[in-house]
């Protein structure tokens, strides 16, 4: 079994000590949906939710996110991101919501936690905005599609 690096020999948490590694760009891309009613949809789409625009706020929400991941979970890093974007697309089943986010840094450490923290905060505040007219909403498939390092 792999060894944890979030674990000293105590198995007590710790923060991973990446003062040796080199600065590099990092990116990281992760995605997740949110299931609607097709009426929710339509309203979020013409701007009708009584709370305001719902895709336009989501997506300040993720940004806003992934730049404070450090003080969300414990043992990350905190890290001065470069870039985060945070896409919607609507298939046309018209029953979901899919939320995509790309996190960029020059730094010694991956960037994928603020890619995920983005998607999980853009999902709840559509969720929040949504609730009083959708009950049924699920937030799933939070993963992570690829992390790269130059």
């Known amino acids: 079994m792999t060894k944890l690096s979030h674990l000293n020999d105590k198995g ?3 923060m991973v000590d990446v003062s040796t590694k080199s600065i590099q ?36 929400a993720g940004i806003m996110a992934a730049k404070r991941t450090a003080d969300l ?9 470069s870039h985060c974007e945070v896409d919607f697309q609507i298939p046309p089943t018209g029953d979901k919501i899919t939320i995509t986010a790309t996190t960029r840094v020059a730094a010694q450490t991956g960037v994928e936690m603020e890619a995920l923290t983005a998607v999980s905060v853009a999902a709840l505040t559509i969720y929040d905005m949504c609730k009083a007219v ?5 937030i799933s498939a939070i ?3 690829s992390k790269t390092k130059k």
């Open 12 to 14: 007590e948490a710790r």
């Open 25 to 60: 760009v990092r990116e990281a891309i992760a995605r997740g949906e949110i299931r609607l009613q097709a009426a929710t949809l339509k309203l979020i789409e013409s701007n009708s939710i009584a709370k305001g625009n719902v895709l336009g706020t989501a997506r300040l």
């Open 73 to 81: 979970i414990p043992l990350c890093h905190p890290l001065s991101i």
């Open 134 to 138: 959708d009950k049924a909403m699920e």
């Open 143 to 145: 993963r992570l599609l």
